[in-house]
Structures are given as structure tokens and as C-alpha cells.
């Protein structure tokens, strides 16, 4: 490992953990957000951080050489760490090119650039392939992802896109590029007028409560379910903007957009983690994980 280049990181939001360790650099990783899932080899890492809020003191004693935080929701923990003399690169990473940029700069920032590219093409074809799988759906079904449920908020820049390359046509377009939460709140009777034909939850940090969407004042009229199509995907496979959310996150969705369609899914790009049970017990055959 070349002396210049950072030994000792510290990841407070789980992306950053995950591309290091798919640069094969995981080594490097001395300390993790609480709610690191991948790789499952990072969960051995002292847990230093939640999303908003850091143990300081615990990230001082592992003597890192950088800190990786993101965006604005941690800018108080980037400005203290600052304070207390550690060096921090913010990533702040809201579309699905920003997520390759992240990962192929983070490459670069611990001398892995080529490794780093690697990846991106990796990445990039498989996300090609989830294009060409979806070109055979015979409509493309229009669709509410449900970020958070009271208020209703829908998804962010990345989700959207991911929902289109996977072969869906979210209801709220004029909405993702607003960062914050507060300016993606949706009025649940405008989700009557747009009607979806199929509703993807996620809410991050709670297991979906698919009955209570169901029962909202006037959505039993709504194409999406009376057809039966509300589905959950994981936060931790969508709603973390790093490679989680160009594999597994983009599968899980053309996995549910294909069942809408009436498509099967070819076997290379069905999930590979554990996903919805539901899409098992659908009319398409669609493997899934349901232990």
C-alpha cells in the first residue's frame, strides 16, 4: 500500500465503506457508520457514527488519516471533525452520475484509479443490461416511490432514475431534483389524480406497512392496488447512494416493473438478495429470496 496515500479511513455513511471494500482497499476501512450492512466483513469495524451524529472521542482514538462523511446532513460532524484537527472529504453525491463520480474519486483518493474504473464499467454494464431488459416491457408502468409515509415524501434524484433506467415512469418527475426532503412532500390526494400503477415503498430505517397504504382515504381506486402492486424494496439497497443501489437496488426494481408489465426478468439480472415475497407469489415466475 503506497505510504502516500490515506491507511487508516474512517467511513460515517455506508457507500464509501462499500466501494472501498469493492476496490478490493477494505483494509483501509478502520471504522463504520452504525448502520453499515455490506459488506458483511465491515460490520467487524467499531461502529463510530449514526446518520446525524458522531462519537467523536471514538474516531480521534482510531488515528485516521481521513474521514468520509455526506453531504449536509453531516456538514456539523464534517465542521467539528475539521475543528478537532482531522482531515474530511464530504461526498455529496445525488444522481446516479454523481454515484460513479463518488466511487472513481474515492478510487483515486487512495491511489486505486484504474481499479476504480474498473468498477464504473462494471457497474455500467450491468446497468446497460437492466436498459435492454426493460426495452421489452410492452409499457412502461407508472409508479410512486414512497421515501417516507407521513408525510408522503417520493424519491430522490437517484431513485427516479434508477426507476426509469429499470424500465418505470415515476409519477412525480418535477420533484427529484429537490434535495431535501421537505421539497419532495406530496399531497396523497394528487397521488390519486396521477393514479400509479404500481407503488414501490421504502422507508428508511422501518419495515413497510404495505395495509396501510392500502387503506389510505381513496386509494383502494387506485390502479396500483386494486391490481395488487405495492411492493417494498429495502432502504438499504435504494436509499444509499453508492453501489448498492446501481446493482442490487436497480434489480430489485425491474424485478417489480417487469412483474407490472407481464415480463420475466432473464436470470442474470434477477435479485440476489432478499427481496419483496411477494413478487413470488405473482403471476410472472420471478425467483426470490423469501428466508
Given at each position: 500500500?503506497?505510504?502516500?496515500?490515506?491507511?487508516?479511513?474512517?467511513?460515517?455513511?455506508?457507500?464509501?465503506?462499500?466501494?472501498?471494500?469493492?476496490?478490493?482497499?477494505?483494509?483501509?476501512?478502520?471504522?463504520?457508520?452504525?448502520?453499515?450492512?455490506?459488506?458483511?466483513?465491515?460490520?467487524?469495524?467499531?461502529?463510530?457514527?449514526?446518520?446525524?451524529?458522531?462519537?467523536?472521542?471514538?474516531?480521534?482514538?482510531?488515528?485516521?488519516?481521513?474521514?468520509?462523511?455526506?453531504?449536509?446532513?453531516?456538514?456539523?460532524?464534517?465542521?467539528?471533525?475539521?475543528?478537532?484537527?482531522?482531515?474530511?472529504?464530504?461526498?455529496?453525491?445525488?444522481?446516479?452520475?454523481?454515484?460513479?463520480?463518488?466511487?472513481?474519486?474515492?478510487?483515486?483518493?487512495?491511489?486505486?484509479?484504474?481499479?476504480?474504473?474498473?468498477?464504473?464499467?462494471?457497474?455500467?454494464?450491468?446497468?446497460?443490461?437492466?436498459?435492454?431488459?426493460?426495452?421489452?416491457?410492452?409499457?412502461?408502468?407508472?409508479?410512486?416511490?414512497?421515501?417516507?409515509?407521513?408525510?408522503?415524501?417520493?424519491?430522490?434524484?437517484?431513485?427516479?432514475?434508477?426507476?426509469?433506467?429499470?424500465?418505470?415512469?415515476?409519477?412525480?418527475?418535477?420533484?427529484?431534483h429537490q434535495q431535501a426532503a421537505p421539497g419532495r412532500i406530496v399531497d396523497?390526494?394528487?397521488?390519486?389524480?396521477?393514479?400509479?400503477?404500481?407503488?414501490?415503498?421504502?422507508?428508511?430505517?422501518?419495515?413497510?406497512?404495505?395495509?396501510?397504504?392500502?387503506?389510505?382515504?381513496?386509494?383502494?381506486?387506485?390502479?396500483?392496488?386494486?391490481?395488487?402492486?405495492?411492493?417494498?424494496?429495502?432502504?438499504?439497497?435504494?436509499?444509499?447512494?453508492?453501489?448498492?443501489?446501481?446493482?442490487?437496488?436497480?434489480?430489485?426494481?425491474?424485478?417489480?416493473?417487469?412483474?407490472?408489465?407481464?415480463?420475466?426478468?432473464?436470470?442474470?439480472?434477477?435479485?440476489?438478495?432478499?427481496?419483496?415475497?411477494?413478487?413470488?407469489?405473482?403471476?410472472?415466475?420471478?425467483?426470490?429470496?423469501?428466508?
Amino acid at each position: 500500500m503506497p505510504s502516500d496515500f490515506p491507511r487508516r479511513i474512517v467511513c460515517l455513511t455506508e457507500e464509501t465503506t462499500e466501494t472501498l471494500y469493492r476496490l478490493g482497499e477494505g483494509e483501509r476501512v478502520v471504522g463504520v457508520s452504525g448502520y453499515t450492512v455490506r459488506p458483511r466483513e465491515a460490520r467487524q469495524k467499531p461502529r463510530v457514527s449514526a446518520f446525524t451524529s458522531a462519537k467523536f472521542d471514538a474516531i480521534l482514538e482510531l488515528r485516521p488519516d481521513l474521514v468520509l462523511t455526506f453531504s449536509d446532513l453531516q456538514a456539523d460532524i464534517t465542521r467539528e471533525l475539521v475543528r478537532r484537527g482531522v482531515t474530511v472529504f464530504n461526498f455529496n453525491q445525488r444522481s446516479v452520475e454523481e454515484i460513479f463520480a463518488m466511487m472513481q474519486t474515492l478510487a483515486r483518493l487512495v491511489g486505486v484509479a484504474e481499479r476504480g474504473e474498473l468498477l464504473a464499467a462494471q457497474l455500467r454494464a450491468g446497468l446497460a443490461a437492466i436498459v435492454r431488459s426493460a426495452a421489452r416491457f410492452p409499457f412502461r408502468p407508472r409508479v410512486l416511490f414512497e421515501e417516507w409515509k407521513d408525510p408522503l415524501i417520493t424519491g430522490i434524484l437517484w431513485v427516479e432514475e434508477l426507476i426509469e433506467l429499470a424500465g418505470g415512469q415515476p409519477i412525480f418527475p418535477e420533484l427529484r431534483h429537490q434535495q431535501a426532503a421537505p421539497g419532495r412532500i406530496v399531497d396523497p390526494a394528487t397521488v390519486i389524480e396521477r393514479d400509479p400503477e404500481v407503488i414501490i415503498a421504502s422507508w428508511c430505517g422501518q419495515k413497510v406497512n404495505k395495509a396501510a397504504i392500502r387503506n389510505r382515504p381513496g386509494w383502494g381506486a387506485l390502479t396500483a392496488v386494486r391490481a395488487g402492486h405495492v411492493y417494498e424494496v429495502k432502504s438499504t439497497y435504494i436509499l444509499q447512494p453508492g453501489p448498492a443501489s446501481l446493482t442490487e437496488g436497480v434489480r430489485q426494481l425491474h424485478a417489480i416493473l417487469a412483474r407490472v408489465a407481464g415480463v420475466a426478468v432473464p436470470a442474470e439480472l434477477l435479485p440476489e438478495e432478499k427481496c419483496d415475497p411477494e413478487l413470488a407469489a405473482a403471476a410472472v415466475p420471478l425467483p426470490c429470496p423469501t428466508a
